[in-house]
């Protein structure tokens, strides 16, 4: 995030010296108002307010600074720029904004490059609370992601992952390491624009033109805009060029919007739904919708449009980082990813496809991203609230118009909550807890609260648990040559979601795709000789079958004094041609494929 020297280009500061005037002027009207019981804050300097102290990740800058002068409760009140915004950092307070004042803090602040990225407050995440949130926000939910409409997605869903499993072979057999973090975004990327657009925009001309687009939308998003927090100063913001660049991003973002939309209605779609996928995109939803006009909601372009938006922003680069941070996590905790490998190939027992069914056993797996998501929320602070009046708020004065930070990262690492809160525990939320993104009780809160609380989450775990699983179940994963889980960079950047800093590296050996055993027929070898180690390469047997060779370490069992001399065996060569027929045969049709 932004440090005040880079946002202050010495060209510029004439111009705040020249703006020294008003600065006095805003400082008496901005000083606390004696009748007033204001939450405790930093101390502030005119104009810039608390904004030099907040260096690093603005999730960081406010834990620390809450932890140095805010209220035990949780609550701090700073300055953003002259904005007084409140930081939000217990669990207690945040049941009192996203439950007991929910509706005084359902407003999100309006600023002009929101405004203008949702076609002046027609989607559903900027829009103020009310009537027209409610209809659109109720249509993104039914049309886009309640249960029946992700379950409507699968067949595609697990398409677009299938697809991606050459490239890691390929990586695989090439010997170069994969890049984790980019085939993250790649895959919610893919699979969000085939939900939303019916297509896909990887190839091209059109693919390189849409990835700077959002390239572009993501570097606008994270960008620190004077107006915003100190309007006195908006000019610097044009003298910056970034006005004229939101101006560029927003028309470049609407005329692409505006071509999906005309490609729809002219059924000129280069990449159509594939029939055995059977799902409505939204795009043809809403049109739909806008035709019959019968919902008491007039869906006009531009809020057809602002919707189109509102599903691809918050969908993809948030579910890309669970991803790669579950990941992340995997490879610096090999222990913890073998148990949920276990699991998955435990509850798949050698299927080819993985259902929903399928997943909702896998409740490690699960556990997994939860504690995740906990170490790494997307959205490490909420989107922003803005109060809708003036509202006593544990003792304190909050005055309307006072911007609210709830930082979920302060929470989701709270001592006095979390048990060794810095710890990869997945275990916390198996047995006896009663903890998930659902159940919980203001802990858990990557997905918000309340009526903002964000629609998205059975959509975007249907895209995270099917994707890991499948790349558990079709590869084994390490850490590139030399690289020890030790040395693997763990810091977060920030873009529209909170992503690695350094992309992910791995290498992801495949298990069966490539060489074409089925894991049941491992399971025999499991079976004879101990838990299986290691699978080597694999050829076809003279018989029609397949040789391969497999080291095994041998189970507690089967160990004698004379075993565990030599505690790894080596079968080599051996024929799977003795198992029975109709196993052989599955084997031959993989290899035939
Ligand atoms: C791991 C994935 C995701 C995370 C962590 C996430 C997180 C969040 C958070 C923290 C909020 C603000 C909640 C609040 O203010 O209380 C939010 C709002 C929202 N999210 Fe998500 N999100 C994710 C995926 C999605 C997806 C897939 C969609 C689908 C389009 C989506 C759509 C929205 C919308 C529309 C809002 C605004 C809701 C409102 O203001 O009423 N999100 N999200």
């Not at 829009?127 to 309640?146: A, D």
């Not at 090999?334 to 190939?345: F, G, H, L, S, T």
């Not at 708020?393 to 930082?407: E, F, S």
């Amino acid at each position: 995030m932004w440090s005040l020297m880079e946002l202050v280009p010495l060209y510029s500061l004439p111009l705040i010296l020249g703006a020294a005037f008003l600065l006095i002027k805003w400082y008496n009207s901005t000083s606390p108002n004696t009748s007033k019981k204001l939450p405790p804050s930093p101390p502030r300097l005119p104009l810039i307010g608390n904004l030099h102290q907040l260096k690093g990740t603005v999730h960081e800058a406010f834990l620390s600074a809450a932890k140095r002068y805010g209220d035990p409760n949780g609550l701090m009140l700073v300055y953003i720029g002259t904005i007084p915004s409140l930081v939000v950092s217990t669990t207690e307070a945040a049941r009192e904004i996203l439950k007991t004042h929910d509706i005084a803090f359902a407003d999100r602040p309006a600023t002009r490059m929101f405004k203008a990225i949702s076609y002046n407050l027609k989607d559903s995440t900027i829009t103020p609370y009310g009537e027209h949130w409610r209809q659109v926000k109720s249509i993104l939910t039914l049309h886009l992601l309640s249960n029946k409409t992700v379950h409507s997605f699968e067949a595609m869903r697990r398409r677009i992952i299938a697809g991606y499993l050459s490239e890691i072979n390929q990586c695989f057999l090439s010997n170069k390491p994969l890049d984790l973090t980019s085939m993250a975004f790649s895959i919610t990327n893919d699979i969000t624009c085939m939900a939303a657009f019916g297509r896909t925009y990887n190839d091209g001309e059109i693919g390189r033109k849409f990835k700077k687009l959002m390239k572009e939308i993501s570097e606008m998003l994270a960008t620190f805009y004077f107006e915003d927090s100190i309007p006195q100063l908006a000019v610097v913001d044009i003298l910056r060029g970034v006005r004229s660049k939101v101006d560029w991003v927003v028309r470049t973002l609407d005329e692409f919007l505006t071509g999906a939309v005309e490609e729809r209605l002219s059924k000129t779609n280069p990449d159509p739904v594939a029939p055995e996928d059977g799902f409505k995109p939204f795009i043809e939803v809403l049109l739909k919708i806008q035709k019959e006009d019968n919902l008491g909601i007039t869906v006009d372009t531009e809020v057809l449009k602002a919707l189109l938006l509102d599903a691809y922003i918050a969908a993809t680069d948030t579910t890309a980082s669970v991803l790669q941070w579950v990941m992340t996590e995997f490879l610096v905790n090999p222990d913890i990813m073998k148990k949920a490998q276990d699991e998955v190939r435990r509850v798949l027992n050698g299927k080819e496809d993985i259902t929903s069914e399928d997943l909702d056993k896998m409740t490690y797996l699960k556990a997994v991203i939860m504690e995740s998501t906990r170490l790494h929320p997307p959205l490490p602070i909420l989107l922003p609230r803005i109060a809708r009046q003036d509202v006593n708020l544990m003792g304190y004065d909050i005055a309307k118009d006072t911007r609210v930070y709830v930082n979920v990262y302060s929470i989701m690492r709270d001592p006095n909550v979390w048990d060794q809160p810095e710890k990869f525990l997945p275990e916390r939320f198996l047995g006896e807890s009663s903890i998930d993104f659902i159940k919980h009780n203001f802990e858990l809160l990557p997905f918000g609260a309340g009526r903002r609380a964000c629609p998205g989450r059975i959509y975007s775990m249907a895209i995270d648990e099917m994707t890991l699983a499948t790349f558990l179940y079709k590869f084994e994963w390490s850490l590139p040559q030399g690289v020890k889980p030790e040395d693997v960079d763990m810091e977060g950047t920030f873009g529209l979601a909170n992503h690695k800093k350094v992309p992910l590296l791995v290498v992801g050996k495949p298990v069966d795709e490539l060489i074409g055993i089925d894991h049941r027929l491992v399971g025999d070898f499991v079976r004879e000789f101990g838990v299986a180690h290691d699978l080597g390469s694999v050829s076809s047997a003279p018989d029609g079958g397949f040789m391969c060779q497999i080291t095994t370490t041998p189970s507690p069992v089967a160990r004698s004094s004379e075993d565990s001399a030599a505690s790894v065996r080596s079968v080599e060569p051996s024929s799977l041609s003795d198992l029975p027929a109709e196993r052989v045969k599955k084997n031959q049709n993989h290899k035939q494929k």
